[in-house]
C-alpha cells in the first residue's frame, strides 16, 4: 500500500507532532517545514499528496506560499488545507481565494482533520 505524502507547513513544531502522532503511520508519511519558503522547496523535493499550511508564518506567510504554489505547474496540483487560529470569516474567504480547498482552525479535531484529508484525496 502506498503511503499518502503530507506536508505540514507551520512555524510550531509542536503542530507537525500533534499531527504526526494522529496520523496512522501505516497510511501516512509525514514531513514538516518551519515556513511558506521551505515549504514550498519541499513541495518541489517530496511532492506531497496534500499541504497542510499556516498562515502566520516569519520568512513568507502561508497565503503567499500558497500562490506560489498554485501558480507553479509542478505544484499547482497539491491540495492544500490552511491550519490557523484565524477563524473570522474573512480568512475562511481568503485561504479560498488563495487557492485552499479548507480552512481549519486551530485547535482542531485530528480526526476531522483526517477526514477532510480523506475526502480530498478521493476527489483526486
Known amino acids: 500500500m502506498k ?7 507551520d512555524d510550531h513544531p509542536h503542530i507537525f507532532s500533534i499531527i ?15 515556513n511558506g ?12 499528496d496534500i ?10 506567510d502561508g497565503y503567499t506560499a500558497s500562490l506560489k ?3 507553479d505547474p509542478e505544484t ?6 490552511m491550519l490557523t487560529v484565524r477563524g473570522e470569516k474573512i480568512y475562511k474567504m481568503v485561504s479560498q481565494t488563495m487557492g ?7 485547535p482542531f479535531d485530528p480526526e476531522e482533520l483526517e477526514n477532510k484529508i480523506k475526502s480530498i484525496l478521493n476527489l483526486n
Open 51 to 60: 499541504i497542510l499550511m499556516d498562515i502566520m508564518m516569519p520568512e513568507m
Open 100 to 106: 485552499a480547498m479548507f480552512h481549519m482552525t486551530k
Open 76 to 81: 499547482s496540483g497539491i491540495p492544500i488545507i
Open 69 to 71: 504554489l498554485k501558480e
Open 3 to 9: 503511503r499518502t505524502k503530507v506536508l505540514v507547513v
Open 20 to 34: 504526526e502522532m494522529a496520523m496512522d503511520k501505516t497510511r501516512y508519511m509525514v514531513y514538516y517545514a518551519k
Open 37 to 48: 519558503l521551505e515549504g514550498i522547496s519541499k513541495s518541489k523535493d517530496i511532492h506531497p
